[in-house]
Nanobody
Framework: QVQLVESGGGLVQAGGSLRLSCATS????????MGWYRQAPGKQRELVAS???????KYADSVKGRFTISKDNAKNTVSLQMNSLKPEDTAVYYC?????????????????WGQGTQVTVSS
């Protein structure tokens, strides 16, 4: 199995910055895509940013120019640098990974989630 562990959430004033990190562990052959999702109270979980193994990135329109996702392929970790935070960025942020594992002579691809980390931006 694969485990994802997030860190770096917390409370920050509007205009401030936070950096989220996500570490992976377990039997991993290749991480295809890693990303960050968020879920605010009463709202659906939404994609914030993602990065492929090849380095292609995708961002939600609401965070473009403020957030930057980066991935360390050697360590299988992903980070999210969040600048110019706004109260509407308040949510639980979840790390996500599309992972290929090898076992019993075959390859398996599954999606894994971290437990989530709270980000609160005060006005």
């Amino acid at each position: 199995q694969v485990q994802l562990v997030e860190s770096g959430g917390g409370l920050v004033q509007a205009g401030g910055s936070l950096r989220l990190s996500c570490a992976t562990s377990g039997s991993i052959f290749r991480i295809n895509t890693m990303g960050w999702y968020r879920q605010a109270p009463g709202k659906q979980r939404e994609l914030v940013a993602s990065v492929t193994n090849g380095g292609s990135t995708k961002y939600a329109d609401s965070v473009k120019g403020r957030f930057t996702i980066s991935k360390d392929n050697a360590k299988n970790t992903v980070s999210l640098q969040m600048n110019s935070l706004k109260p509407e960025d308040t949510a639980v942020y979840y790390c996500n990974a599309d992972v290929t594992r090898y076992g019993a002579g075959d390859y398996y691809t599954d999606v894994y989630w971290g437990q989530g980390t709270q980000v609160t931006v005060s006005s």
